[in-house]
């Protein structure tokens, strides 16, 4: 079993920056892959980006690209996710994901182990 525990939402200013953390435990392997995704109020939740643990392989969905920027440290079994220049429209609860798989994808359903998110709120 692996439990990531998500942490560094919070409220900010529009154009402003956040640093999320995932921290995995547990029987994470370094063939995985870890995941952010978000949910906003009222929307389906979507993928943000992804990152293989084996190398520096990224994967961006494209409402993010050149504002985010997933990161890891396999010292510390932590991924995080950068977010500069912050629109209202990244308000959402984000999520950790771990998929149990090497493959990078932004499919939810290979995502097997969820943290409970964190709430970011971008406020104009």
């Known amino acids: 079993q692996v439990q990531v525990v998500e942490s560094g939402g919070g409220l900010v200013q529009a154009g402003g920056s956040l640093r999320l953390s995932c921290a995995a435990s547990?029987?994470?392997?370094?063939?995985?892959?870890m995941g952010w995704f978000r949910r906003a109020p009222g929307k389906e939740r979507e993928f943000v980006a992804a990152?293989?643990?084996?190398?520096?392989?990224?994967h961006y969905a494209d409402s993010v690209k050149g504002r985010f920027t997933i990161s890891k440290d396999n010292t510390k079994n932590t991924v995080y996710l950068e977010m500069n220049s912050l629109k209202p429209e990244d308000t959402a609860v984000y999520y950790c994901?771990?998929?149990?798989?090497?493959?990078?994808?932004?499919?939810?359903?290979?995502?097997?182990?969820w943290g409970q998110g964190t709430q970011v709120t971008v406020s104009l």
């Open positions: 994901a771990a998929s149990g798989s090497a493959v990078l994808t932004s499919i939810r359903e290979r995502y097997r182990y």
């Open positions: 547990g029987r994470i392997s370094r063939d995985y892959v």
């Open positions: 990152i293989q643990l084996n190398s520096r392989r990224t």
